[in-house]
């Protein structure tokens, strides 16, 4: 496949729109972009200087992301734009290159006669399974309005929840690294500069200032090997988590950490109940629901739960039996799941189910972050106190010894 520059322009619009398109060749890239509707002026062989980088770190498209994209959606079908106007719209005005290259391939498919789910479902890396369920539930129902508007709320949601996730273990780590940068810099900046006063003082330094001068001389002389060792560890963590028993262990671990740990397994609870709360009101079957919503799953073993669930309701065993037995879930969510299933009423108890836990995860967080600040200045003091007591406590030394002369 390469990569072709285009001039073209758009005859909705009038207006001349850049890109770049991937095909095996010119008459191709061409071909397609006739078959768009319209108007090449130029179409060129992309090279090192004119090709199109995208660089990207990590997942580059977030639920906010896709919730704005869902919320511009109902606003322009709602004011009665057709949805290839709106998707070419929203390919301009969205910011994110991959989620507008995205919309553009959306485009182009509908126009080729598929329907819009079957158009997103070609984008599995931008737009989740989830989503494509309810378009195609709501184009199913002739109310795709509606099914855009769930999913806003859906991803806002999903937002908040990743958002207060990740405040709460950005300050800790954020601490952790000025408290090791504080470290190294009295190691190789502070303690040399008082090595040669404490040669000079004769005697026998303070245990505490053996061992602070001993991990400068190490840090100094032997830098490279501790860098080796730190950069091994992060490879090592990367290729053990995506073992199995590296997933696993980690997910073990998320459930029982201190302090995290109950924010965790709420967090999942929310999750479960507002993805499987959202699939079920759109009418997808149950055994196709769990499935999706195992996969949205970040915690291995929750997710080996769900699935384990889905293979016994294939045998008529209730959801709420699984989520029950597999010891993972807090007991309200098994309790609440049996009550929606006994009323008829499993997507309406879901929702509130997931209600109630946004709203835990918000006070974990919150608790989360109180017991967090007193720990982490504690650490630190400790860290900075041993440092200073290391260089203090020679030289309280020497001045007893001239106070006894």
């Not at 179409?43 to 770190?57: G, R």
């Not at 970040?298 to 045998?315: D, G, H, P």
């Not at 309790?335 to 209600?355: P, Y």
Request: charged share 20%.
């Amino acid at each position: 496949m390469a990569d072709f520059n285009y001039l073209v322009i758009d005859p909705t619009t009038g207006k001349e729109k850049k890109g770049n398109i991937q095909a095996e060749t010119k008459d191709v890239a061409m071909q397609q972009l006739k078959s768009q509707g319209l108007a090449v002026i130029s179409l060129e062989k992309a090279n090192a200087l004119t090709k199109e980088i995208n660089i990207s770190f990590g997942s580059s498209i977030k639920p906010r992301d896709l919730s704005v994209f869902c919320r511009q959606f109902i606003s322009m079908v709602k004011a009665g734009v057709t949805i290839l106007d709106t998707l070419n719209m929203l390919t301009e005005q969205t910011e994110n290159k991959t989620m507008a290259k995205a919309i553009e391939g959306v485009h182009a498919e509908i126009q080729k006669g598929e329907t819009l789910s079957d158009a997103l479902a070609k984008y599995p890396k931008v737009f989740p399974d989830i989503m494509v369920s309810m378009v195609a539930a709501g184009e199913a129902s002739g109310k795709i309005d509606v099914a855009f508007e769930r999913m806003a709320e859906h991803f806002e949601k999903s937002a908040k929840m990743k958002a207060m996730i990740k405040k709460a273990s950005v300050y800790p780590i954020m601490v952790a690294i000025v408290a090791l940068a504080v470290v190294v810099v009295m190691l190789v900046k502070v303690i040399p500069a008082y090595e040669d006063m404490f040669e000079q003082m004769g005697g026998q330094l303070p245990a505490i200032t053996r061992a602070v001068v001993a991990m400068s001389d190490s840090l100094m002389a032997y830098w490279y090997i501790y860098l080796i060792v730190v950069v091994g560890i992060v490879i090592g963590y990367k290729v053990f988590a995506k073992t199995v028993t590296g997933q696993i262990v980690l997910g073990k671990l998320a459930r029982k950490a201190p302090v995290f740990g109950k924010l965790n397994v709420k967090n999942a609870s929310s999750n479960f109940a507002r993805t499987l709360s959202t699939l079920v009101y759109s009418g997808l079957p149950m055994m196709e629901a769990l499935a999706i919503t195992a996969n949205t799953m970040s915690n291995y073993i929750y997710k080996q739960a769900l699935i384990k669930a889905r293979e016994e309701i294939s045998k008529g065993i209730p959801l709420s039996e699984p989520i029950m037995d597999c010891g993972l879930f807090p007991p309200m969510v098994g309790h609440m799941t049996r009550i929606g299933e006994e009323t008829g009423d499993l997507e309406g108890m879901l929702s509130k189910l997931a209600d109630y836990y946004d709203e835990e995860v918000e006070m974990a967080t919150a608790t989360v972050m109180a017991a967090m600040e007193p720990m982490i200045i504690l650490v630190l003091a400790a860290v900075v106190g041993t440092l200073v007591a290391a260089i203090m406590s020679p030289m309280l030394a020497m001045y007893t010894q001239m106070d006894s002369l």
